[in-house]
């Protein structure tokens, strides 16, 4: 066996090989001895951590709920259940589940994986019963065929992989079936689950071992350049329930050498790599580092998130393009649709959230916090069930809903990033906390999301309340209560995160006394006896920064993100992306100061006290938008439920009129160089109440006209109105959408933008990055 690759031995590194016996014998020699890795921060278990519903991850959770829920066992077993030669009713779901379809099974140990974290986290009794059916299921599969397999298709699956012929990835799918085998063990305590994998793992052992022995150990290797997803990972963790030598040598061999080898001597080859199938190998190299101490496997964990942080990611914290990662420090040219698959935003907060629990160090939290909120929270459809991304575009003009794979269906699709997905907002309340044990208990609070926890270690009850982020207010409020167990409970420390985004200005107190606040990238620690009714307010300034993307050539020197403390704000637009150069010292700084917080109503738009290239909107208003959007003199222009339409105007500014009636002007804003357009908002000319009419200030006696029976995609027009009053007049619907609470505006070189996170948008048309002053 090589760690290094044949190109590495070639340049002279140390060359040691050793066969199979040798491998066992190592394993279990005095030198190859098991040692835990190190003094590891421990997670706090979902089952003690509750989401408030009303928070923007609770409702993210219900929503994921409400979709396993709706998913019906028979149809997720169907395929397993015919491999297996029992009846089938019912039939198959669609997508990557379907018959035909090699990855078939995958979902459903992502399912399983996911309702165990989500019953964890909700103690939902109808879920608890669906996932505990699909066990029994598939464990009345394994017992049909007796051997030990488990899948959704034949074992000639395998046959091809190990003759190195043409198949689709089917040690993936048997990674994320054991995982939620596992998952179902660790989370929900089924005993019957953690059966099935050992059986699993005895029969997938005994195949390796076969190649081995009738090949070579190096053919196995090269059979590993398939997708195999995290074996590694599940096996170390199985050796870790089961202490099974045999367990932690099958993960041994499920750890690719020629690419961990590359990152063992610190080479940053990543370009050309496929990158979901090699960060699971990162994760089960970060387990085998926590089993056995081995530090080289701490350095692999390590070097692989800074090279990825450094040369690879964008500002959501994501990584790849059209699945590959490219050359380091190159990414400007890849900004386009097929940006960061959903699956690696969910495997690299695993090496992250890892690497924090070793280190304590804070800019692994952070990095976490900024994938989750960009990466994570931004695949879902707002609160549509089932509906996600499998790639997060990043480009000019581009919307989640015109990707290659768009936005998916409940059920016709499962893709590998629904499989991810749906076990990331199963898990939201998984980082939120740590700890360290001892004589005085430590709590590490790293994510700010209003939750109630009950702390065991520490005998408190803590509740955590956040007020939603505004851009009227630039300020993160957090509440921390206690509530001890026990009459007189021991002392317990706490440390919040101050994160890297805040200023120096940060407050705290803690029963309305002021505390010192450590400067941005540390933690708050105190240490005390706490008592009923203490409170701890935290308020955290967030401002405006922006980043340049990871790219060196000095040509794309000017694209930049702009981001409000965690948050990518993307601005809405089809095709403009040149913002006007800020200020020189705020260009020197990186840093965009935001306007003042001005709460004008409906139709009035804030004006900035100073200069400024940013405008905050309004948070509680909702957008003005009549029932169509009034065109520029003399040009028609298509309803405002044409989704897309190049001609959507940029948000428009408006005078002090009424908040939804008449007297005063409403501006629209031209999509170009155009002139704008501005009319006077009058009673409906048809005398009807609740309607308006819209008279163009440059052209008096004109009005806006629409056809009797208006429909999406139709025109409108600037004419006379004598002829036909009902024409020029419109009834001020409810608005598509409101302002996002964040949101600003930003001054460019022929338009403004609007900016509002990235996470809050469905399918509009919108881009992730500008070009500032270039």
Same mark, same amino acid.
């Given at each position: 066996?090589?760690?290094?690759?044949?190109?590495?031995?070639?340049?002279?590194?140390?060359?040691?090989?050793?066969?199979?016996?040798?491998?066992?014998?190592?394993?279990?020699?005095?030198?190859?001895?098991?040692?835990?890795?190190?003094?590891?921060?421990?997670?706090?278990?979902?089952?003690?951590?509750?989401?408030?519903?009303?928070?923007?991850?609770?409702?993210?959770?219900?929503?994921?709920?409400?979709?396993?829920?709706?998913?019906?066992?028979?149809?997720?077993?169907?395929?397993?259940?015919?491999?297996?030669?029992?009846?089938? !009713?019912?039939?198959?779901?669609?997508?990557?589940?379907?018959?035909?379809?090699?990855?078939?099974?995958?979902?459903?140990?992502?399912?399983?994986?996911?309702?165990?974290?989500?019953?964890?986290?909700?103690?939902?009794?109808?879920?608890?019963?669906?996932?505990?059916?699909?066990?029994?299921?598939?464990?009345?599969?394994?017992?049909?065929?007796?051997?030990?397999?488990?899948?959704?298709? !034949?074992?000639?699956?395998?046959?091809?992989?190990?003759?190195?012929?043409?198949?689709?990835?089917?040690?993936?799918?048997?990674?994320?079936?054991?995982?939620?085998?596992?998952?179902?063990?660790?989370?929900?305590?089924?005993?019957?689950?953690?059966?099935?994998?050992?059986?699993?793992?005895?029969?997938?052992?005994?195949?390796?071992?076969?190649?081995?022995?009738?090949?070579?150990?190096?053919?196995?290797?090269?059979?590993?350049?398939?997708?195999?997803?995290?074996?590694?990972?599940?096996?170390?963790?199985?050796?870790?329930?089961?202490?099974?030598?045999?367990?932690?040598?099958?993960?041994?061999?499920?750890?690719?050498?020629?690419?961990?080898?590359?990152?063992?001597?610190?080479?940053?080859?990543?370009?050309?790599?496929?990158?979901?199938?090699?960060?699971?190998?990162?994760?089960?190299?970060?387990?085998?580092?926590?089993?056995?101490?081995?530090?080289?496997?701490?350095?692999?964990?390590?070097?692989?998130?800074?090279?990825?942080?450094?040369?690879?990611?964008?500002?959501?914290?994501?990584?790849?393009?059209?699945?590959?990662?490219?050359? !380091?420090?190159?990414?400007?040219?890849?900004?386009?649709?097929?940006?960061?698959?959903?699956?690696?935003?969910?495997?690299?907060?695993?090496?992250?959230?890892?690497?924090?629990?070793?280190?304590?160090?804070?800019?692994?939290?952070?990095?976490?916090?900024?994938?989750?909120?960009?990466?994570?929270?931004?695949?879902?459809?707002?609160?549509?069930?089932?509906?996600?991304?499998?790639?997060?575009?990043?480009?000019?003009?581009?919307?989640?809903?015109?990707?290659?794979?768009?936005?998916?269906?409940?059920?016709?699709?499962?893709?590998?990033?629904?499989?991810?997905?749906?076990?990331?907002?199963?898990?939201?309340?998984?980082?939120?906390?740590?700890?360290?044990?001892?004589?005085?208990?430590?709590?590490?609070?790293?994510?700010?999301?209003?939750?109630?926890?009950?702390?065991?270690?520490?005998?408190?009850?803590?509740?955590?309340?956040?007020?939603?982020?505004?851009?009227?207010?630039?300020?993160?409020?957090?509440?921390?209560?206690?509530?001890?167990?026990?009459?007189?409970?021991?002392?317990?420390?706490?440390?919040?995160?101050?994160?890297?985004?805040?200023?120096?200005?940060?407050?705290?107190?803690?029963?309305?006394?002021?505390?010192?606040?450590?400067?941005?990238?540390?933690?708050?620690?105190?240490?005390?006896?706490?008592?009923?009714?203490?409170?701890?307010?935290?308020?955290?300034?967030?401002?405006?920064?922006?980043?340049?993307?990871?790219?060196?050539?000095?040509?794309?020197?000017?694209?930049?993100?702009?981001?409000?403390?965690?948050?990518?704000?993307?601005?809405?637009?089809?095709?403009?992306?040149?913002?006007?150069?800020?200020?020189?010292?705020?260009?020197?700084?990186?840093?965009?100061? !935001?306007?003042?917080?001005?709460?004008?109503?409906?139709?009035?738009?804030?004006?900035?006290?100073?200069?400024?290239?940013?405008?905050?909107?309004?948070?509680?208003?909702?957008?003005?938008?009549?029932?169509?959007?009034?065109?520029?003199?003399?040009?028609?222009?298509?309803?405002?439920?044409?989704?897309?339409?190049?001609?959507?105007?940029?948000?428009?500014?408006?005078?002090?009129?009424?908040?939804?009636?008449?007297?005063?002007?409403?501006?629209?804003?031209?999509?170009?160089?155009?002139?704008?357009?501005?009319?006077?908002?009058?009673?409906?000319?048809?005398?009807?109440?609740?309607?308006?009419?819209?008279?163009?200030?440059?052209?008096?006696?004109?009005?806006?006209?629409?056809?009797?029976?208006?429909?999406?995609?139709?025109?409108?027009?600037?004419?006379?109105?004598?002829?036909?009053?009902?024409?020029?007049?419109?009834?001020?619907?409810?608005?598509?959408?409101?302002?996002?609470?964040?949101?600003?505006?930003?001054?460019?070189?022929?338009?403004?933008?609007?900016?509002?996170?990235?996470?809050?948008?469905?399918?509009?048309?919108?881009?992730?990055?500008?070009?500032?002053?270039?």
């Amino acid at each position: 066996m090589e760690l290094l690759s044949r190109k590495l031995m070639r340049r002279g590194g140390p060359r040691e090989e050793f066969d199979w016996a040798v491998l066992y014998r190592r394993i279990k020699s005095p030198h190859g001895q098991i040692s835990a890795g190190g003094d590891f921060l421990q997670e706090l278990s979902l089952h003690d951590v509750r989401l408030d519903p009303d928070s923007r991850h609770g409702e993210a959770q219900r929503t994921n709920l409400e979709y396993l829920l709706m998913l019906d066992v028979d149809q997720l077993v169907w395929s397993f259940r015919k491999q297996a030669g029992l009846q089938y !009713p019912g039939k198959p779901y669609g997508g990557w589940e379907s018959p035909d379809i090699e990855l078939r099974g995958h979902f459903v140990g992502h399912y399983m994986s996911a309702s165990a974290k989500m019953w964890a986290s909700t103690h939902n009794d109808t879920l608890y019963q669906k996932m505990s059916a699909v066990v029994e299921a598939l464990n009345a599969c394994q017992k049909k065929m007796g051997t030990g397999y488990l899948s959704a298709f !034949p074992t000639e699956l395998f046959d091809r992989f190990e003759a190195l012929r043409s198949v689709w990835a089917p040690y993936y799918t048997i990674h994320k079936i054991m995982a939620g085998l596992l998952d179902q063990y660790l989370y929900a305590g089924n005993n019957e689950a953690l059966q099935m994998v050992v059986w699993m793992a005895e029969y997938f052992g005994n195949r390796v071992e076969n190649v081995i022995k009738k090949y070579t150990i190096e053919r196995h290797w090269t059979s590993l350049n398939e997708e195999t997803g995290g074996m590694n990972d599940v096996l170390y963790n199985l050796y870790s329930i089961t202490g099974d030598q045999k367990h932690l040598k099958l993960a041994h061999l499920f750890d690719k050498p020629c690419f961990l080898g590359l990152l063992a001597v610190q080479s940053d080859s990543l370009s050309g790599f496929h990158a979901n199938t090699h960060i699971p190998i990162v994760i089960g190299a970060q387990r085998r580092y926590e089993i056995t101490g081995d530090p080289l496997y701490k350095d692999i964990g390590t070097y692989f998130m800074d090279i990825i942080n450094s040369s690879h990611s964008y500002a959501t914290g994501g990584t790849s393009f059209g699945e590959f990662w490219s050359d !380091p420090k190159h990414l400007a040219e890849t900004l386009k649709t097929e940006n960061e698959e959903s699956c690696t935003t969910y495997n690299m907060l695993k090496v992250s959230r890892n690497l924090f629990r070793w280190t304590r160090e804070m800019s692994y939290v952070d990095y976490y916090e900024r994938a989750m909120t960009n990466g994570v929270l931004s695949i879902q459809r707002g609160t549509d069930p089932g509906i996600m991304i499998y790639m997060l575009p990043l480009g000019v003009g581009v919307s989640k809903a015109k990707s290659y794979h768009g936005w998916g269906t409940q059920f016709s699709s499962f893709w590998c990033c629904y499989g991810t997905g749906i076990e990331s907002f199963s898990k939201l309340g998984d980082s939120i906390y740590f700890e360290k044990g001892g004589s005085t208990p430590s709590l590490y609070i790293v994510q700010y999301v209003s939750n109630s926890l009950n702390w065991k270690s520490g005998g408190i009850r803590l509740g955590q309340k956040v007020e939603p982020l505004a851009s009227s207010e630039p300020y993160l409020r957090v509440t921390l209560t206690f509530s001890p167990v026990k009459a007189a409970a021991q002392s317990s420390e706490l440390n919040l995160r101050i994160p890297f985004w805040t200023r120096s200005d940060a407050k705290a107190a803690l029963n309305d006394e002021s505390l010192n606040v450590p400067l941005p990238g540390n933690f708050l620690s105190i240490t005390r006896k706490w008592s009923p009714g203490d409170k701890l307010i935290l308020q955290l300034p967030v401002g405006l920064r922006m980043e340049a993307i990871e790219d060196e050539r000095p040509e794309y020197a000017s694209v930049q993100a702009i981001l409000f403390g965690p948050y990518l704000l993307a601005g809405l637009s089809k095709t403009d992306w040149q913002l006007s150069p800020a200020a020189p010292s705020l260009r020197r700084t990186g840093s965009l100061p !935001p306007s003042p917080a001005v709460a004008p109503p409906l139709w009035s738009s804030p004006t900035p006290t100073a200069p400024s290239p940013w405008r905050s909107y309004p948070a509680r208003d909702p957008m003005p938008r009549p029932r169509h959007f009034p065109p520029r003199p003399g040009e028609p222009l298509a309803g405002a439920g044409a989704a897309g339409d190049a001609r959507t105007p940029r948000p428009p500014r408006h005078g002090s009129g009424g908040a939804a009636g008449t007297g005063g002007v409403l501006t629209v804003a031209a999509a170009g160089a155009a002139a704008d357009s501005t009319f006077r908002v009058v009673a409906g000319l048809d005398g009807k109440n609740g309607t308006v009419s819209f008279e163009s200030l440059g052209r008096p006696g004109c009005y806006i006209l629409g056809a009797a029976a208006f429909s999406p995609g139709e025109s409108v027009r600037l004419g006379a109105a004598a002829a036909s009053p009902a024409a020029a007049s419109f009834s001020l619907n409810a608005p598509m959408r409101g302002y996002n609470p964040i949101s600003f505006v930003a001054k460019g070189a022929t338009r403004d933008f609007l900016l509002e996170p990235l996470m809050s948008l469905k399918d509009e048309s919108y881009t992730a990055y500008f070009s500032i002053g270039g």
